[in-house]
């Protein structure tokens, strides 16, 4: 007779266990179940966002325009009056303000940045690079420069008419130093090339 009671107080409890358990195997496969949709769709939301933040910004960074009426041959013929010399690059620097920014070589082999208000074409400050004074590259792109017919104000001048200039420097990526042109219009970004000697402009065919 024990043994019977004792089966069945077993049989019982295990009943009772087995539902417990159930019971969480079934809250868990909700919650589970729960997780996965909101893992699935949480993510995709996200993505979405980041996705259309840089690709925003991409845009930004491409289409970006100088302001005012100086251009980049004019901030090169400004930077040239105030420190005589060979220009080899012209950029439009967007940091807030916004100035154009002119690399000038002077005749004693020194390097310096001249910088130009966008809007009026003042000089507002000059500083001599001195970590690129004597660089063998400098050396090289000034020598090919000085006996080109085409200098980096006539370069810019030449882009100007595919659009706005936002940069002008030079290019030795395909082995023979030209000039690079970046230019942006209707909201496209371009950029070209200027050969040193005819000063003949072609798409930059390494554009990405």
Same mark, same amino acid.
């Given at each position: 007779?024990?043994?019977?009671?004792?089966?069945?107080?077993?049989?019982?409890?295990?009943?009772?266990?087995?539902?417990?358990?159930?019971?969480?195997?079934?809250?868990?496969?909700?919650?589970?179940?729960?997780?996965?949709?909101?893992?699935?769709?949480?993510?995709?939301?996200?993505?979405?966002?980041?996705?259309?933040?840089?690709?925003?910004?991409?845009?930004?960074?491409?289409?970006?325009?100088?302001?005012?009426?100086?251009?980049?041959?004019?901030?090169?013929?400004?930077?040239?009056? =105030?420190?005589?010399?060979?220009?080899?690059?012209?950029?439009?620097?967007?940091?807030?303000?916004?100035?154009?920014?002119?690399?000038?070589?002077?005749?004693?082999?020194?390097? =310096?940045?001249?910088?130009?208000?966008?809007?009026?074409?003042?000089?507002?400050?000059?500083?001599?690079?001195?970590?690129?004074?004597?660089?063998?590259?400098?050396?090289?792109?000034?020598?090919?420069?000085?006996?080109?017919?085409?200098?980096?104000?006539?370069?810019?001048?030449?882009?100007?008419?595919?659009?706005?200039?936002?940069?002008?420097?030079?290019?030795?990526?395909?082995?023979?130093?030209?000039?690079?042109?970046?230019?942006?219009?209707?909201?496209? =970004?371009?950029?070209?090339?200027?050969?040193?000697?005819?000063?003949?402009?072609?798409?930059?065919?390494?554009?990405?």
């Amino acid at each position: 007779m024990k043994r019977n009671i004792v089966i069945a107080a077993l049989t019982a409890a295990a009943l009772a266990a087995g539902g417990t358990v159930a019971a969480f195997a079934a809250g868990d496969d909700e919650a589970t179940a729960t997780q996965r949709q909101a893992g699935t769709n949480a993510p995709a939301a996200a993505d979405r966002d980041d996705a259309s933040a840089t690709d925003d910004s991409a845009d930004d960074d491409r289409t970006a325009a100088p302001r005012g009426s100086v251009t980049a041959a004019d901030a090169i013929a400004a930077a040239l009056k =105030h420190t005589p010399g060979t220009a080899l690059a012209a950029d439009f620097e967007d940091d807030g303000a916004g100035t154009w920014e002119v690399t000038v070589v002077k005749g004693d082999g020194s390097e =310096h940045e001249v910088r130009i208000a966008p809007d009026s074409g003042k000089v507002l400050g000059a500083q001599r690079d001195a970590d690129d004074d004597n660089d063998s590259d400098d050396r090289a792109e000034l020598a090919a420069v000085k006996g080109a017919s085409t200098d980096a104000r006539e370069a810019a001048l030449a882009a100007a008419a595919k659009g706005t200039v936002t940069e002008v420097g030079l290019d030795d990526d395909t082995g023979a130093v030209a000039w690079s042109a970046e230019t942006v219009k209707d909201g496209r =970004h371009g950029e070209w090339k200027v050969a040193l000697d005819s000063g003949r402009i072609t798409q930059d065919r390494d554009e990405d």
